[in-house]
């Protein structure tokens, strides 16, 4: 049985909000992770915002989640060009509402011994992977507090937990991008505007080609973390999942010595 509350439908017997009708943007949603989240929450009834700068990969992902049922548009969107993230929320807010789930997920890895990388590279990955977050992370929340609320998700990594030999720009990124969380969850306390990261292991995803998109065995598929955010944006709108790592049993991560 479903009841309204507070202008949310709330489903009585888990006490879960439903997504149906809320408005999500999913910025690198053209492919791997992104597209996993971008289709689940679509199939949960979320309005999905489809940010990437694959313009044709977009359109054909809108009509795929047209045919499933589903409401989706494409922004085509470089999220770390402040001009393209303003339009892509002035798009969102045109063509189907104010925001009320923004998912960072957006990023590229980096594999260069710290005495090897260039600053036009950590540059690269710092604006891809962290000041994205920060800008499109700036326009919801001046949207949601306007609105009454909302809720932040943004993808982190196991490398914000244990990092990987050569990836020093990538690791910095995902650990502040941590704290960018922690803070951002600080400052939407008092406008019921919440923010977390997850840190997914081993997934199937682009981030790295020909080695993240041929993982065999020990993986997440993006379905799996695109429920689990469904899960998350579903919750009562006073609680928050402030952080949570997701990752294959087999994994080696506990217990290293």
């Not at 589903?70 to 045109?94: C, H, K, S, W, Y």
């Not at 600080?186 to 997934?203: K, Q, W």
């Not at 402030?242 to 991560?253: A, E, N, Q, S, Y």
């Amino acid at each position: 049985m479903v009841k309204a509350l507070g202008g949310a439908a709330i489903t009585e017997e888990t006490g879960m909000e439903s997504i149906r009708g809320k408005v999500a943007i999913v910025t690198g949603a053209s492919s791997g992770i992104g597209l996993g989240i971008a289709r689940e929450l679509a199939r949960d009834g979320a309005v999905t915002v489809l940010a990437a700068r694959s313009a044709d990969k977009l359109v054909a992902i809108v009509e795929e989640i047209g045919r499933e049922g589903g409401t989706a548009f494409a922004v085509p969107t470089d999220v770390t060009i402040e001009a393209d993230v303003l339009n892509l929320f002035r798009e969102t807010e045109r063509r189907a509402g104010p925001v009320d789930i923004l998912v960072n997920n957006a990023g590229i890895a980096d594999a260069t011994p710290t005495d090897a990388l260039e600053l036009e590279r950590w540059r690269e990955v710092l604006d891809t992977n962290l000041t994205s977050a920060f800008l499109c992370s700036r326009e919801a929340i001046r949207v949601m507090k306007r609105n009454g609320g909302g809720r932040i998700i943004n993808i982190g990594s196991l490398s914000a937990k244990s990092p990987r030999p050569h990836s020093v720009a990538y690791t910095a990124s995902k650990f502040a991008l941590e704290g960018l969380t922690r803070s951002m969850a600080l400052d939407g306390r008092e406008h019921n505007i919440t923010a977390c990261a997850v840190h997914p292991g081993a997934t199937v995803s682009s981030l790295v080609p020909g080695v993240t998109d041929r993982l065999e065995t020990d993986r997440i598929e993006p379905a799996d973390l695109g429920r689990l955010v469904v899960l998350m944006a579903s919750l009562p709108s006073d609680i928050a999942v402030l952080d949570t790592t997701i990752l294959p049993v087999r994994v080696p991560f506990l217990g290293r010595g």
